[in-house]
């Protein structure tokens, strides 16, 4: 039997820097403090808690004073900066690159126009932490849409700016869009960013093309990973014996066996699963198998 895993899955860029900046700090003997989970993998975050690495909430955060804090790839609103800078906190700033870009074209929006008349929308997961850091360059006075139907309450006799979260799916982002062309008065502006990172989209139609190619596919992603929401529904399209797992001990004999003799299966993961996990997956199949 062949059992492949996927050499497109894994972490993206942003999470890479945000772990290897990580592993360099804590190399150096020091506490360091992480604001929130540094990646939506739990098993990656136990790793990274035995090598030293403290986890905060944003209320622990905010009473600690002159203490050293890795800020993930999510991003942070200007709120925290501002806190760190009272409190004499050190901050490791492991902001993915795409994110604070994003965050700077919103806050210029966002500075350079009337917020009376302008409605500045953000199309994405709301309360998820990318979201909270660009929520936060707007003083809290964007809007927060998660689909298209939530679209549609918008009001089509003001201005409308349009962001997108980096995670979410561009087919999605373009039908919002549309409608929002469709439906906003001849008095008002409309225009739309497409600010979606392609390193995540371009997973989508890879990771259909690896799911129609197995028997059975085992998804790896930690149960907080929107984005391993989204890939997971992908695999599932095209192959419906695709089974979502958080760890090696998730793979039961009935998902293997879920296809009469497969031949193949497929081992895939979102862009917070690490690679050395989908490996332990790879074993844990082969243990089961012989």
């Known amino acids: 039997m062949k059992i492949e895993i996927d050499t497109g899955s894994g972490f993206c860029f942003g999470v890479t820097r945000a772990i290897d900046k990580a592993e360099e700090e804590l190399r150096q003997g020091q506490l360091l403090y992480c604001l929130g989970d540094i990646v939506h993998n739990s098993r990656e975050v136990e ?93 809290g006075t964007a809007i927060v849409i998660e689909t298209l139907e939530e679209a549609r309450l918008l009001d089509f006799n003001r201005d409308i700016a349009l962001y997108s979260q980096t995670t979410k799916s561009v087919e999605d982002f373009r039908k919002i869009v549309a409608y929002i062309k469709e439906h906003i008065s001849p008095m008002a502006e409309f225009s739309f960013h497409d600010t979606i990172c392609r ?57 293997l066996s879920a296809v009469a003799a497969p031949h193949s299966i497929g081992i895939c993961g979102a862009t917070s699963t690490p690679k050395w996990l989908m490996e332990q997956c790879r074993q844990r199949i082969e243990e089961m198998i012989n």
């Open 199 to 255: 390193q995540v989209a371009n997973r989508m139609p890879h990771i259909r093309e690896f799911a129609s190619r197995h028997d059975v596919v085992f998804f790896v992603c930690g149960q907080k990973s929107s984005n391993g929401r989204v890939l997971f529904s992908e695999c599932l399209s095209v192959n419906p014996h695709s089974f979502m797992i958080d760890s090696p001990d998730g793979i039961s004999p009935s998902q």
């Open 47 to 139: 790793r990274l808690q035995g090598l030293g690495l403290v986890t905060i909430d944003h209320e622990e955060f905010n009473n600690l004073h002159s203490a050293r804090v890795l800020l993930r790839a999510h991003g942070e609103p200007p709120t925290t900066y501002h806190q760190a800078e009272k409190n004499d906190i050190h901050l490791i700033d492991a902001t993915c690159p795409v994110v604070l870009h994003l965050q700077e074209r919103i806050r210029r929006e966002y500075e350079s126009g009337d917020g009376h008349s302008r409605q500045i929308v953000i199309f994405g997961k709301r309360g998820h932490a990318e979201v909270l850091g660009l929520v936060g360059q707007t003083e």
